[in-house]
């Protein structure tokens, strides 16, 4: 599984479609300051589920559309897309059966995120859980923003460890234990609730 091409349409700076392919390889983006380099590293983050408008550098969700220039009126809306080759058959099942995986994520203003894997409409968590699973996702180690080397030299022994566990693929598991304590909470107060009414009865 490998990410083969990332469009981007009114997210950010990128107000017109652009198609950036990513060939075997491409380990960094360099370019003048203020072209864009971080905006293309959080649509990548941003696609793949990111829920945190900090870390989109924003105050809102919304802030990743494209807001206007001098000679460009705002966008309404913003999408980016991320193509996989799936020709390894290596992306994890629910999404294993086709050679090429699109994700899309579209954000309207007032109308918040939708999310579509191969044209069909996914939730978030299902987008999430894709890249957990293949050991990668929005808070991947492996995409590494400005900043980010000092901020893990720097990083407490926990937060470390969380950064060990993303790159292991494990954090998926994390996600689904936390439902299911919460599903085991919500039916734990239900037995409680029949007791009453049991006592109540009897
Ligand atoms: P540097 O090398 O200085 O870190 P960079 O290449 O990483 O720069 P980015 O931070 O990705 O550049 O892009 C910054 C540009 O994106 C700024 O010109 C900013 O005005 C523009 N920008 C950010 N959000 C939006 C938005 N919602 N609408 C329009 N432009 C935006």
């Known amino acids: 599984m490998r990410f083969s091409r990332l469009r981007l349409n009114g997210f950010k700076s990128f107000v017109d479609p652009t198609d950036l392919v990513i060939h075997e390889g491409l380990t960094g983006v360099v370019g ?5 380099k971080s905006n293309l590293l959080e649509a990548l983050r941003w696609v793949m589920g990111e829920n945190r408008p900090t870390a989109m550098r924003g105050g809102g969700m919304e802030d990743v559309i494209f807001a206007g220039a001098a000679t ?6 913003a999408e980016v897309s991320l193509v996989i080759d799936n020709h390894d058959r290596l992306a994890p ?6 050679d090429t995986i ?10 918040g995120s939708a999310y579509k894997a191969n044209a069909k409409d996914v939730r ?10 293949a050991s990668t996702g ?6 590494v923003r400005q900043g ?3 901020e893990l030299i720097n990083a407490k022994p926990k937060a470390r460890r969380r950064i060990l566990e993303e790159a292991a693929g494990i954090s998926g598991l994390y996600a689904r234990r936390h439902e ?10 239900n037995l409680l609730r029949v007791d009453d009414v049991l006592e109540g009865l009897a």
């Open 32 to 36: 003048p300051n203020g072209c864009g």
């Open 72 to 77: 460009r009126g705002a966008r309404h809306f």
């Open 93 to 98: 099942s629910g999404f294993n059966d086709a």
């Open 102 to 111: 699109e994700i899309v994520r579209r954000i309207t203003r007032d109308a």
């Open 124 to 133: 978030a968590r299902d987008v999430q859980m894709l890249f957990a699973d």
């Open 138 to 143: 929005s808070h991947s180690p492996a995409l």
């Open 148 to 150: 980010q080397i000092s």
């Open 180 to 189: 299911a304590e919460l599903k085991l909470s919500g039916a734990e107060q």
